[in-house]
């Protein structure tokens, strides 16, 4: 019988025997809502772009972006505990002080843009500092993965469709780029791999000619997405003209993109009739003869948490992959062989590479600094015709990780290959069965399932935080790849909470935690205050006590404006406050929720002494969030939004926190005068004003939406505070501007917090103009720049916001469907409110005509009737019923594990 054939049989009854081991996982705990669950599957026709259509794995520690790149098959490796984290501290400043701020900014002159020369002119530094200078410290990817049975080749793709019509055509010999649309509309081509150096290949020669509207433009890109060399927009010769262009020494070329831009709209076209990289003994023709699919279809099976590349016979092989939920191995059927490419960046050494009793292997070693000790990681391959195990070990798992690496993979691989699937599809049916949604919107159905996903392929308890980013796209993360406590590292976790998931959040409150030395350490250096204080950039591994460093300012990076957002510090520790309130535990609240929030409550208490004012403190000096820096006198420093809110919120948690604990009674009271001190909200004048960022500015295009914060995330201002207050945040948030960048989940959640009438429609129609083919969300709106930096982890939080529409528990009051239309079915099972109280409900024909509460720890459930008349029904059959008061509340008390039924009353 041929080998082929052999092949094709054996593929097969793998394939019936995984089904059918599928279906004995249906044995395990139930699922709610299967058909939607697999109904939010993720299916693209292509796989050819790491951005739009590489499709998302991961176990919570492990991850990788599948997709293709010159006819091949690729993933890009990366693992959570795998950072450079490096810090160059000698590169910094001293560090701030307040009596240092106060003093530059009465000394400074208004520079652009109304913030002041501050940073240039007063820190006593000059130079670039530890953050500037590299790109470390920063997560840094494993390796790439290749499966291919032959050389990758050349391929054309489309990467910018920016006009009404993009075409490429070949004509006489040319390429021929056109675009027309709106005036300045553009459209972009890309080449690749080409895989060479500019050692081999010095110049680049273009011969081109174009209409008299045209411009183009050249990058030059190396593996990493960095640009080698740019032409910059150019205008077009209107006949052919041969361009001659050097290039940079030492550096990788990876791909060439052509641009083509129409100054007026009409149709401007390129014609390309050369593009050579050449050297002075050869030189490498780029084929112009046509834009190829050198692809192929896939689909993420977001149930079983594995991808199935459908193959292509000449090109992309077929392959299923898996990263098994138990251990840091990928394990991927495919005929193709496996290949893996390191991803060494310019400042780490060279990798290792070898082969042991036939697994193949790398390793790769980053170096450590005055107080960091450095680390190593190990990826190894074993395989066989159909079967590949890679396997993922690092130094802080294994003392050799390339022993333990080889070791991991080659176990694997000897292992049944439908126990380790039966074992992996457990894992990921147990968390499936946790919650579900049914939605009569598939938009957002799907983006409740899939986001969730998302999540737990890059959060899972012990696992270092994933950072800006889900697995990279190359090694040189944008922003460090870091975390910016400014809200985008936050946001990434707040899925974890409603949807019953908080454990996905323990990383998060472990960073945290593990920090809060270091803050108290801060609050004392840069306020001579007590307490804690949180900077709004912080790295893996940094040093918790940092008077025993031995680098300079003790290896303390902070950005010497952003870094000074007051309200950040409590915005740091929010999350595990909502931990404790969706999930309540005493031990938690005691040892990880409680100590970081009294220390923020504390140094709060402490920044208010020092702030002038009467009746009311002038909350000073701060920085609103990425808006105005710092302005002479502190114009544009005083009174802001985000801080008037989260230190209202962080005062009311750390009160309730030592009431919980009966402790710290001296310090309640503090908190409690500080409390009637805080500001108003700084408003416009006139007869509908709105609240703007800070006190005295005029509304403004905003980067994060801080007139929204007090709603959410600030939780301070909600459905049951005063008339004249919602109106005036709901005439806020609607009139708000925005650049589109960093507030698609804080406003979606904000509107459906006041239950805005178009709470449901204005969060579809933002998510949607972010939603990438692969189910990933960009930052921005498709199209924007901001957005190729990579799959930001902060939108996950989108499973969030669509939960937000049907449950709410802020205030510890439960609202059910608060914000979801009538006119639309929905159902959902088991989101949890806080006071630990999970829900299930269904609206049907504009009805609730289900609603169901289990208490997880018993106590006090307070619930907005969804009925002008209820009752509840007990686990014994008793019914109760209930008089909801004016704000049509009603509560009852509950015990641990009871549920609770709640029904319409008949008058």
């Known amino acids: 019988m041929p080998r082929t054939l052999l092949r094709s049989l054996r593929t097969a009854v793998v394939a019936t025997l995984i089904t059918s081991t599928a279906a004995l996982n249906a044995a395990g705990p139930a699922v709610p809502f299967p058909e939607a669950l697999d109904a939010a599957a993720v299916s693209v026709d292509r796989l050819d772009s790491i951005l739009d259509y590489a499709l998302i794995l991961?176990?919570?520690?492990?991850?990788?972006?599948?997709?293709?790149?010159?006819?091949?098959?690729?993933?890009?490796?990366?693992?959570?505990?795998?950072?450079?984290?490096?810090?160059?501290?000698?590169?910094?400043?001293p560090l701030p002080t307040l009596k240092l701020i106060r003093r530059l900014a009465a000394e400074s002159q208004p520079a652009h843009g109304g913030s002041t020369s501050v940073l240039e002119e007063g820190w006593g530094h000059r130079g670039t500092d530890s953050y500037h200078a590299h790109p470390y410290p920063c997560p840094r990817a494993c390796a790439r993965l290749v499966l291919a049975d032959r050389p990758a080749g050349q391929v054309w793709r489309q990467i910018r469709a920016g006009g009404t019509r993009d075409a490429w055509q070949h004509r006489d010999g040319t390429a021929a780029?056109?675009?027309?649309?709106?005036?300045?509309?553009?459209?972009?081509?890309?080449?690749?791999?080409?895989?060479?150096?500019?050692?081999?290949?010095?110049?680049?020669?273009?011969?081109?000619?174009?209409?008299?509207?045209?411009?183009?433009?050249?990058?030059?890109?190396?593996?990493d997405g960095q640009v080698v060399f740019k032409t910059g927009w150019t205008e077009t010769p209107t006949t052919a003209t041969e361009l001659v262009y050097e290039l940079p020494p030492r550096r990788k070329i990876e791909t060439l993109i052509l641009y083509t831009w129409t100054e007026d709209g009409r149709r401007a076209e390129n014609r390309f009739e050369k593009l050579v990289l050449e050297g002075s003994d050869a030189s490498l023709p780029v084929d112009l003869s046509s834009v190829t699919v050198a692809t192929s279809s896939a689909k993420l099976d977001l149930r079983r948490a594995v991808a199935r590349v459908d193959g292509t016979p000449d090109r992309v092989p077929k392959a299923?992959?898996?990263?098994?939920?138990?251990r840091n191995v990928l394990l991927i059927r495919s005929p193709a062989p496996c290949q893996l490419l390191p991803t060494?960046?310019?400042?780490?050494?060279?990798?290792?590479?070898?082969?042991?009793?036939?697994?193949?292997?790398?390793?790769?070693?980053?170096?450590?600094?005055?107080?960091?000790?450095?680390?190593?990681?190990?990826?190894?391959?074993a395989g066989n015709d159909e079967l590949k195990a890679v396997a993922v070990v690092t130094s802080r798992e294994a003392k050799d990780p390339v022993v333990a690496a080889v070791a991991l993979a080659r176990?694997?691989?000897?292992?049944?290959?439908?126990?380790?699937?039966?074992?992996?599809?457990?894992?990921?049916?147990?968390?499936?069965?946790?919650?579900?949604?049914?939605?009569?919107?598939?938009?957002?159905?799907?983006?409740?399932?899939?986001?969730?996903?998302?999540?737990?392929?890059?959060?899972?308890?012990?696992?270092?935080?994933?950072?800006?980013?889900?697995?990279l796209i190359h090694d040189r993360p944008a922003w460090h790849g870091d975390y910016h406590t400014n809200y985008n590292i936050q946001q990434t976790f707040w899925t974890a909470y409603v949807t019953n998931y908080a454990e996905l959040a323990e990383p998060y409150d472990r960073l945290i935690r593990e920090y809060l030395p270091r803050a108290r350490w801060l609050a004392r250096?840069?306020?001579?205050?007590?307490?804690?204080?949180?900077?709004?950039?912080?790295?893996?591994?940094?040093?918790?006590?940092?008077?025993?460093?031995?680098?300079?300012?003790?290896?303390?990076?902070?950005?010497?404006?952003?870094?000074?957002?007051?309200?950040?510090?409590?915005?740091?520790?929010?999350?595990?406050?909502?931990?404790?309130?969706?999930?309540?535990?005493?031990?938690?609240?005691?040892?990880?929720a409680y100590p970081a929030v009294r220390d923020v409550a504390v140094f709060q208490a402490e920044f208010m002494d020092q702030c002038e004012g009467d009746k009311y403190v002038v909350l000073a000096p701060s920085v609103s969030p990425e808006h105005w820096g710092w302005t002479k006198d502190f114009a544009r420093n005083r009174n802001g939004t985000f801080d008037v809110a989260m230190f209202r919120y962080v005062f009311e948690a750390a009160v309730e926190g030592a009431t919980t604990l009966d402790c710290d009674r001296e310090l309640v009271q503090r908190w409690q005068a500080a409390l009637r001190r805080l500001p108003p909200y700084p408003t416009t004048p006139g007869d509908e004003p709105v609240v703007v960022d800070v006190q005295d500015a005029p509304p403004i295009n905003y980067n994060i939406a801080v007139p929204a914060v007090p709603v959410f995330p600030g939780d301070v201002v909600t459905w049951f505070s005063p008339p004249a207050e919602k109106e005036l945040f709901a005439r806020s948030i609607e009139r708000l501007q925005w650049n589109g960048n960093n507030s698609s989940i804080i406003l979606s959640v904000a509107r459906a917090r006041l239950s805005m009438p178009d709470a449901l429609s204005w969060m579809r129609e933002e998510l949607k103009s972010r939603s990438r083919p692969n189910g990933t969300l960009t930052l921005n709106r498709l199209g924007s720049g901001i957005n190729t930096y990579g799959h930001y982890t902060e939108q996950f939080a989108a499973s969030m916001a669509v939960s937000e529409l049907l449950l709410q528990s802020v205030g510890d009051v439960i609202r059910v469907f608060p914000a979801w239309p009538k006119e639309l079915d929905a159902s959902f099972r088991d989101l949890r409110a806080q006071g630990g109280f999970l829900v299930a409900a269904r609206q049907t024909g504009g009805e609730i005509v289900e609603l169901t509460v289990t208490s997880t720890i018993g106590g006090r459930l307070r619930l907005v009737s969804p009925w002008v008349t209820i009752a509840l029904t007990r686990a014994d059959g008793r019914v109760v019923a209930l008089k909801p008061d004016a704000r049509r509340i009603v509560q009852c008390d509950s015990q641990s594990g009871e549920q609770i039924r709640f029904m319409y009353a008949e008058p």
């Open 58 to 93: 991961g176990n919570g520690d492990v991850n990788a972006l599948l997709y293709s790149e010159g006819g091949q098959l690729r993933m890009m490796l990366t693992k959570n505990d795998v950072w450079d984290a490096r810090l160059d501290s000698k590169l910094d400043p």
């Open 344 to 381: 060494r960046s310019a400042d780490t050494p060279e990798h290792n590479a070898g082969e042991t009793d036939g697994v193949a292997w790398l390793s790769q070693a980053i170096p450590g600094d005055l107080d960091w000790p450095g680390m190593s990681f190990a990826v190894a391959v």
């Open 320 to 326: 299923d992959v898996r990263v098994l939920a138990d």
């Open 411 to 471: 176990n694997t691989l000897a292992a049944e290959e439908l126990e380790l699937i039966r074992r992996h599809e457990s894992v990921w049916n147990t968390f499936w069965s946790a919650s579900g949604v049914q939605l009569g919107d598939e938009l957002l159905r799907d983006l409740w399932y899939r986001n969730l996903y998302f999540l737990r392929c890059v959060s899972k308890p012990g696992s270092i935080p994933p950072g800006l980013f889900a697995s």
């Open 177 to 223: 780029m056109s675009v027309e649309g709106a005036a300045g509309a553009s459209n972009g081509y890309a080449v690749g791999p080409l895989a060479t150096t500019t050692d081999w290949y010095d110049r680049l020669r273009v011969k081109l000619a174009g209409s008299e509207n045209a411009q183009y433009y050249i990058d030059v890109m190396d593996a």
């Open 525 to 592: 250096q840069v306020f001579e205050m007590d307490g804690a204080y949180f900077p709004h950039v912080l790295f893996a591994y940094e040093p918790p006590d940092p008077q025993r460093c031995k680098s300079p300012v003790g290896r303390q990076y902070i950005h010497h404006v952003w870094g000074f957002t007051q309200g950040v510090n409590a915005f740091s520790v929010q999350p595990l406050w909502w931990h404790y309130k969706y999930a309540p535990d005493r031990e938690f609240l005691a040892r990880t």
